[in-house]
């Protein structure tokens, strides 16, 4: 019974969703081009994500799917072009069999053998080829990792001298900004039973924690009303032309 | 053969390590010639690496469809997204992918007209859900969900140009809470987070932390 | 109480969707003053001489286009009002349409020239390995635009040697590219840099704004908002503003609600 109403609601929505474009066709408000249909097929997609709202659905799930085999091509190809093309394809290979000018960097053969060594971690075999190249990579982010984060977040992060000012207000912030940042620090390195002067501190780093925790709830609140927003301006203005 | 599969991967994580970390204190050529290459290298190699992402997410809907689990038949959806969306890059509007990649084809049309809003929109279902948890689970149970909550209705308030005309004190102190108590906090946060970075990095190229060799021998 | 408490969260979805809906139809505007920090990037290119060099790192997907789009566009307008040169780049492969569009769309708006005026460098992977090695040589990160142009070639690169040459540096993230910029580039080779982020993500910001590792941030629609304002070209973010104003409200009586029916049933849910 609850079967057949949801497909007589989906068959329902699908029927005004085609009327309602048909006329837009007719009447010239959409173009019968590349754009008319491109804001067609993205209305679709779009009401096909918000009918998960509804509950969950036959047609939320080809959308969904649809886009992730979609952006998956799209990284695909955007680093053909971007990376594997200019990089290797253009440098090593093409001047290799062709006569472009340019001899072929002979270099770049190592990065792509370690590329391909990369892609080795799946095989049976050969799979422990691939640790020579996230060696590579994690060894040399590990490498300069230490000496950026020690000067750019630990060190910088902890000179305090240009804050002491003349303004008793600048100071009191000051202090209860050198508070938090202690606090919390203590809360978090201190792995004893939080008691007695540490346990005050803790507690202390706690609160500013909420704090800290109740300001991010409040912007994430903000950045996702702000997404919604941005879909129902394009549903409103694009699609059905209720506003400029 | 352990000297290859084990030996040489904890080498090479080692050299790496430690010349990179020394070359920021040594400003010479060499040390800048060095660094530049090495970071060339690793961006051709992370180039690579999508295909990782790739074979993961593929293997999995395969798998699915394979042993026509729960809800395989879509699954079927994301090769055809894929397949659809490779095709017309490699097609790249007739010029194929050898050449350079040109504007406006049916590529970028599936990705303006598909990937957009999709993504776009498939993020901002959570709008409504958080809508749904505010009214459902906010709840000022104990003193620290009480800072919370009241740092929160703040901070939403007072970032908002409606924020001044129901009290104009609202966004200076929802300023104040940023650039003061949240601040503080996640100055301390990032701190213990980049002395905890700092620790993993030294543990990989002093061979002690070794999970990115994966399992076997 | 109890019913009040357990009321379909489809109910709820709709008191937003109507919060959002109406305000955008009925249009109401609300003044949208700039806050420091967004005039600190509004000052910072106008203080810039025609001809300076603003590298833009659109490091967004399409998830945060709603975000971060509006303020991207805002941006290059006022870049190319003020005649300076604008070079694009991605380290989020997803990002990579949107952005060559905002920068194509904005620069043809202005009459500019590609490979003159501006130029989209496109995407590359490797995050800090793409910004150290951009510090050591731009050239050598970038060989070819996305276009396939060689870079040595271009003319808007003219003066540009590595990311130390550049006169501004703003970074557009939803991720954690803005920490990345500030550590592995902007204390290494030494330039202005500034950010614009979604709103999630704007709150870990604040220790790098005290500590002038950024110059300003503009922080989800709202900053964006905040831009449009500034530059006096008030378009979607602007117009969002009254619908963000009038569904923060919403939440907020939600909280409240829910609360006072909470303590009202004696704290048992």
Redesign the interface.
Known sequence: MIKNREVSITTWILVAFCIINIFFLVTGKLGFDAKGLGIITAVAFTLAMYSFLYKDNPVFKIAENLFVGVAMGYWIIITWFNILKPDVFETLIVPFFNDTGNAPQYIVIIPTLLGIFMLLRFSTKLSWLSRWSFAFVVGLGAGITIPNFIHAFILKQLSFDLLITSNILDNINTFLILLGVVSVLIYFFFSMEHKGVIGGVSKIGVWYLMIAFGASFGFTVMARMSLLIGRIQFLVRDWLGLIQ | MNFFKRTIPLIIAFVMGVLMAFQYYVPHEASQSLLKIVTRWGITIAGFAVFIGVYSLFHLHWNKIKRKLPGWGYSIFVFFGAGITVAFGLYNGGEFFWNDKQQGTMFDWMYFNVQVPAGATMFSILAFFMASAAYRTFRARTSEATILLVAAVIVMLGRVPVGTLLWESLPPIADWIMSVPNMAAKRGILIGVSIGAIATSLKIIFGIERAYLGGGD | MDRL?G?D??I??I???AA??IP??I?FE???PA?KDVKGIYDKINSLPDDSHILISFDY???????LQPMAIALLHHCFRKNVKVIGMTLN??G???AD?AITEAGEEYNKKYKEDYVFL?????V???M??MG??IY??F??D????PTADLPVLKGVQSLHDFDYVIDLASGSSI?AW???A???YKFDLGAGC???I???M??F???D?LNGLM????GAAEYETLINRKS?AV??????????????L??????TL?FLSG?K?
């Open positions: 408490l009321i969260r489809r709820i979805f008191f937003v969707a959002i809906t955008l139809i249009r609300l003044p949208v806050t997907d399409p998830a945060s286009k709603e975000e492969p997803g990579s349409g949107l569009k496109g995407y590359k992977t490797g800090e390995l793409v150290i090695n050591e040589n050598s990160a060989p070819n996305f276009n396939g142009n920490e500030i550590a592995f902007k204390e290494k979604t709103a999630v704007s709150p870990d604040y220790p704004l005290q500590s590792q922080s989800g629609l709202k979607s117009a969002g503003m009254s619908p963000q104003s009038a569904v923060h409200v919403l939440v907020v939600f909280i409240l609600f829910g609360n909470y704290r849910k």
